[in-house]
């Protein structure tokens, strides 16, 4: 058992059960009877959801009318082709005997996610079709012995009957539920709604009441500062305020919702960072706008949480955190993915008037996830209803420094030559969704993060443990930060960033660091981090790490890509992921370097490559720097026309090439050069999936895909040309099967190369095109591809 581990979280969970009770609300105080009166009064006689019945036909009609409730339809259409997944209670246990969390959730995110298609369906239809599938639903979720999640329920209790919690999908789920009971009505049989109505008291309405009125301990979440406490409210309250009959009952849920939801508030930093990371801001902060609009409707705008005044650094957090490229940092539980969702973004733009570019109007699609979600997006709410005045920004401007969670986000000035931003971390090791790396940092060129923090791990029984720091994701091995002494970084509030300087202007942002405190190593005398950003030119980021011990010991940091890499003669890195690519120079002082790769394999989305630079030599004192500038010269003087890197002279750069081996540079054959494309498809099933970079034109024109081809053996591989308008959707026509038509296919001998040549033509919407070579699924085929080229058509 490692001790160390196991203490720190014994001292954590004290701290947040102290925190809870001297700073944070309590649910023993019980609510205000004043307010609860008053809250009372504004309420409607008989309880209400969001959205309109299904029998406001005039508001339904017109929502069917729309392309986004075609597809929902269509949708549920094909649900009620397909029978509803089992869920036997084996599969809830299966958590408890080995850890994982995926199986499970799978199939109930299968079953509970149909409710919500089902029943917007049948709203937009009112033909009763859907009911029955609707109904069937129903009954089987409440059938299930507990609606907590396995990986929440450790102990069973919720499981074998001995108690009942709320968790974030209990929560979500009774919202639905209720949601669903209040749109359709009295569509459902009454059998139906009582048995609805009865679970949703029984599993989440009535333990909750006793949590807030003192009958029972609360759940833990009521009192705590991360994403869990504003979900669960948001789904407690939502579904109180649908089926509780008195206006005093849900008053009191209101209150208490107003009451709680300031401990989540209490989670951000003063500047309003989100420790949890983008993903969590999503989620929590997501909910909480789900929270404050269902309470500011219920109450005719008496209620409105947004009005707070703690709310509006939280609420810039999703714009504020932006590198750019739409990119963010993968900090914490995070995808390397995550984007601002976009309802958030609308609602607290409009909100709050930040004139944020692109959040003015939602997307005809947005907003269809939970049926509480649709019915406050798909009908007038107060952020669409507000009055804006704010100019549209221009962005979030050069820099964003959260100076109370010591995080710099660094970007180019607009218009200018730079393609680099950058995201900077200080902190410490004890956040919210918590990785070790103090230190870390992202590099984003043009809209791709090269240089990266990658983000969360799969959830397994291990991510919330004591073992959670055996993950590389989640320890700072993962993480372009220092390995001292031989050490990785510990765990806990005291290990911290200290910062030393800062100094910003228009060229360049500086950012020192003292990381010494991350490290449990008595030798370590000084450790300081520096990073300095500079706008000047293409962009760059230079990294210092500067050392002492009282004794000689070891040192390195590391660079961490999710892409490919190549040491160059002169000892500098390229570093590239699909169509960016990063030359890193490093200088040392104190000992020579090496460089040692190590490909990190968790159960995650991302398998990143890890790059440590490591002196060679146990060190008293010493200096690493790394300079990251974006890398210039890779366009081969143009010879593949649109393509970049068409002869494969440099690796995958700018080519997304298949995992399943189906396609892969090689040096085993070239027309030029040293490098060709190769193609090995023996398989009957799937077909090779190779794709180049974009590469923008502009309107209608006529072109010509060229290049040579080596036939090892067979026949079958496609020339495919993508095409695409501004926003990125697709112009290819498609057959009843969706499948788009290649512009040519290959042949030729086997054993020598061929040229090949094919003409196409772009529509006048095309914005960019993408070469896509396709090895038919029928095709048994092994050959090699090289000099490939696009350019324009001479008539």
């Given at each position: 058992?490692?001790?160390?581990?196991?203490?720190?979280?014994?001292?954590?969970?004290?701290?947040?059960?102290?925190?809870?009770?001297?700073?944070?609300?309590?649910?023993?105080?019980?609510?205000?009877?004043?307010?609860?009166?008053?809250?009372?009064?504004?309420?409607?006689?008989?309880?209400?959801?969001?959205?309109?019945?299904?029998t406001?036909?005039?508001?339904w009609?017109?929502?069917?009318?729309?392309?986004?409730?075609?597809?929902?339809?269509a949708?549920?259409?094909?649900?009620?082709?397909?029978?509803?997944p089992?869920?036997?209670?084996?599969?809830?246990?299966?958590?408890?005997?080995?850890?994982?969390?995926?199986?499970?959730?799978?199939?109930?995110g299968?079953?509970r996610?149909?409710?919500?298609?089902?029943?917007?369906?049948?709203?937009?239809?009112?033909?009763?079709?859907?009911?029955?599938?609707?109904?069937?639903?129903?009954?089987?979720?409440?059938?299930?012995?507990?609606?907590?999640?396995p990986?929440?329920?450790?102990?069973?209790?919720?499981?074998?009957?001995?108690t009942?919690?709320i968790?974030?999908?209990?929560?979500?789920?009774?919202?639905?539920?209720?949601?669903?009971?209040?749109?359709?009505?009295?569509?459902?049989?009454?059998?139906?709604?009582?048995l609805?109505?009865?679970?949703?008291?029984?599993?989440?309405?009535?333990?909750?009441?006793?949590?807030?009125?003192g009958?029972?301990?609360?759940?833990?979440?009521?009192?705590?500062?991360?994403?869990w406490?504003?979900?669960c409210?948001?789904?407690?309250?939502?579904?109180?305020?649908?089926?509780?009959?008195?206006?005093?009952?849900?008053?009191?849920?209101?209150?208490?919702?107003?009451?709680?939801?300031?401990?989540?508030?209490?989670?951000?930093?003063?500047?309003?960072?989100?420790?949890?990371?983008?993903?969590?801001?999503?989620?929590?902060?997501?909910?909480?706008v789900l929270?404050?609009?269902?309470?500011?409707q219920?109450?005719?705008?008496?209620?409105?949480?947004?009005?707070?005044?703690?709310?509006?650094?939280?609420?810039?957090?999703?714009?504020?955190?932006?590198?750019?490229?739409?990119?963010?940092?993968?900090?914490?539980?995070?995808?390397?993915?995550?984007k601002?969702?976009?309802?958030?973004?609308?609602?607290?733009?409009?909100?709050?008037?930040?004139?944020?570019?692109?959040?003015?109007?939602l997307?005809?699609?947005?907003?269809?996830?939970?049926?509480?979600?649709?019915?406050?997006?798909?009908?007038?709410?107060?952020?669409?209803?507000?009055?804006?005045?704010?100019a549209?920004?221009?962005?979030?401007?050069?820099?964003?420094?959260?100076?109370?969670?010591?995080?710099?986000i660094?970007?180019?000035?607009?218009?200018?030559?730079?393609?680099?931003?950058?995201?900077l971390?200080?902190?410490?090791?004890?956040?919210?969704?918590?990785h070790?790396?103090?230190?870390?940092?992202?590099?984003?060129?043009?809209?791709?993060?090269?240089?990266?923090?990658?983000?969360?791990?799969?959830?397994?029984?291990?991510?919330?443990?004591?073992?959670?720091?055996?993950?590389?994701?989640?320890?700072?091995?993962?993480h372009?930060?220092?390995?001292?002494?031989?050490?990785?970084?510990?765990?806990?509030?005291?290990?911290?960033?200290?910062?030393?300087r800062?100094?910003?202007?228009?060229?360049?942002?500086?950012?020192?660091?003292?990381?010494?405190s991350a490290?449990?190593?008595?030798?370590?005398?000084?450790?300081?981090?520096?990073?300095?950003?500079?706008?000047?030119?293409?962009?760059?980021?230079?990294?210092?790490?500067?050392?002492?011990?009282?004794?000689?010991?070891?040192f390195?940091?590391?660079?961490?890509?999710?892409?490919?890499?190549?040491?160059?003669?002169?000892?500098?890195?390229?570093?590239?992921?699909?169509?960016?690519?990063?030359r890193?120079?490093?200088?040392?002082?104190?000992?020579?370097?090496?460089?040692?790769?190590d490909?990190?394999?968790?159960?995650?989305?991302?398998?990143?490559?890890?790059?440590?630079?490591?002196?060679?030599?146990?060190?008293?004192?010493?200096?690493?720097?790394?300079?990251?500038t974006?890398?210039?010269?890779?366009?081969?003087?143009?010879?593949g026309?649109?393509?970049?890197n068409?002869?494969?002279?440099?690796?995958?750069?700018?080519?997304?090439?298949?995992?399943?081996?189906?396609?892969?540079v090689?040096?085993?054959?070239?027309?030029?050069?040293?490098?060709?494309?190769?193609?090995?498809?023996?398989?009957?099933?799937?077909?090779?999936?190779?794709?180049?970079?974009?590469?923008?034109?502009?309107?209608?024109?006529?072109?010509?895909?060229s290049?040579?081809?080596?036939?090892?053996?067979?026949?079958?591989?496609?020339?495919?040309?993508?095409?695409?308008?501004?926003?990125?959707?697709?112009?290819?026509?498609?057959?009843?099967?969706g499948?788009?038509?290649?512009?040519?296919?290959?042949?030729?001998?086997?054993?020598?190369?061929?040229?090949?040549?094919?003409?196409?033509?772009?529509?006048?919407?095309?914005?960019?095109?993408?070469?896509?070579?396709?090895?038919?699924?029928?095709a048994?085929?092994?050959?090699?591809?090289?000099?490939?080229?696009?350019?324009?058509?001479?008539?």
């Open positions: 058992m490692n001790t160390p581990l196991v203490l720190f979280y014994l001292v954590l969970l004290l701290s947040v059960l102290l925190t809870s009770a001297t700073s944070a609300e309590s649910a023993e105080e019980g609510l205000d009877a004043d307010r609860v009166a008053e809250v009372a009064a504004m309420l409607p006689e008989r309880p209400a959801g969001l959205g309109r019945p299904i406001d036909r005039a508001a009609d017109a929502l069917a009318a729309k392309d986004a409730y075609q597809q929902v339809i949708r549920a259409e094909k649900l009620l082709s397909e029978p509803l089992e869920q036997p209670d084996d599969l809830y246990l299966d958590f408890s005997r080995t850890g994982n969390r995926t199986r499970w959730q799978k199939v109930s299968q079953r996610g149909r409710l919500t298609p089902l029943v917007l369906a049948e709203c937009a239809e009112n033909k009763g079709r859907f009911l029955a599938a609707i109904e069937e639903v129903v009954q089987a979720l409440c059938a299930e012995r507990t609606w907590v999640m990986a929440h329920d450790r102990k069973l209790t919720n499981f074998n009957g001995e009942t919690d968790d974030l999908a209990s929560s979500a789920l009774a919202w639905n539920l209720a949601t669903a009971d209040y749109l359709l009505g009295d569509k459902l049989g009454a059998a139906t709604r009582e609805l109505r009865s679970n949703v008291s029984r599993r989440v309405l009535a333990p909750y009441r006793d949590m807030f009125t009958a029972r301990g609360p759940n833990w979440w009521m009192k705590t500062t991360n994403n406490n504003a979900v409210l948001a789904g407690v309250t939502g579904a109180g305020l649908v089926e509780l009959e008195t206006r005093e009952q849900r008053a009191e849920f209101v209150v208490a919702a107003g009451k709680y939801s300031r401990n989540f508030l209490a989670g951000f930093t003063s500047d309003g960072y989100c420790s949890e990371g983008l993903g969590y801001w999503n989620y929590g902060f997501g909910h909480y929270l404050a609009e269902t309470i500011y219920a109450t005719g705008g008496g209620v409105d949480l947004f009005e707070l005044p703690e709310v509006r650094a939280p609420a810039s957090f999703g714009a504020r955190i932006q590198i750019i490229g739409g990119v963010s940092p993968a900090f914490a539980d995070c995808s390397v993915n995550a601002p969702a976009t309802t958030t973004m609308y609602y607290v733009n409009r909100r709050l008037d930040l004139g944020l570019p692109g959040y003015e109007e997307p005809p699609n947005a907003g269809l996830g939970s049926l509480p979600e649709a019915m406050i997006f798909s009908f007038p709410n107060s952020a669409s209803e507000a009055e804006t005045t704010a549209e920004s221009e962005g979030p401007g050069l820099r964003t420094w959260f100076d109370q969670a010591g995080i710099l660094g970007r180019p000035a607009p218009g200018s030559a730079s393609r680099l931003g950058v995201a971390k200080g902190g410490n090791n004890a956040e919210h969704h918590n070790n790396d103090v230190g870390s940092y992202v590099v984003v060129s043009g809209e791709r993060a090269v240089l990266l923090d990658p983000g969360s791990e799969v959830y397994t029984a291990r991510t919330f443990s004591s073992r959670r720091y055996e993950s590389k994701l989640l320890n700072s091995y993962g372009p930060v220092p390995v001292v002494a031989g050490k990785l970084q510990r765990t806990g509030r005291e290990a911290r960033a200290e910062v030393l800062t100094e910003f202007t228009d060229e360049a942002d500086t950012l020192q660091l003292d990381i010494k490290y449990d190593v008595p030798e370590l005398k000084t450790l300081e981090r520096t990073f300095v950003y500079s706008r000047q030119g293409a962009g760059s980021l230079t990294v210092t790490d500067r050392v002492e011990f009282d004794s000689p010991q070891s390195e940091t590391a660079l961490i890509t999710d892409g490919a890499w190549r040491q160059m003669e002169d000892g500098s890195l390229t570093v590239y992921d699909f169509d960016e690519a990063l890193v120079d490093i200088e040392t002082e104190g000992s020579e370097f090496t460089i040692e790769a490909e990190i394999h968790e159960e995650a989305h991302a398998q990143p490559t890890r790059l440590a630079i490591k002196l060679v030599a146990p060190v008293t004192s010493a200096s690493i720097t790394v300079s990251i974006p890398l210039e010269g890779l366009e081969d003087e143009g010879v026309g649109l393509l970049r068409a002869g494969f002279e440099h690796g995958s750069w700018c080519w997304s090439l298949p995992s399943n081996g189906l396609g892969e090689s040096e085993e054959q070239a027309a030029t050069g040293s490098a060709s494309l190769k193609i090995t498809d023996h398989d009957k099933q799937r077909g090779s999936n190779i794709s180049s970079a974009l590469m923008p034109v502009e309107g209608a024109g006529a072109f010509v895909l290049g040579k081809v080596f036939h090892v053996s067979g026949e079958g591989v496609g020339m495919y040309v993508k095409l695409f308008d501004a926003e990125g959707n697709p112009l290819n026509p498609t057959d009843e099967r499948w788009i038509a290649p512009v040519g296919s290959l042949s030729g001998a086997a054993g020598q190369w061929e040229p090949f040549e094919f003409r196409f033509e772009t529509p006048h919407e095309t914005a960019s095109i993408q070469l896509w070579i396709h090895s038919f699924t029928s048994d085929v092994e050959a090699y591809l090289d000099d490939l080229r696009i350019i324009k058509a001479e008539d």
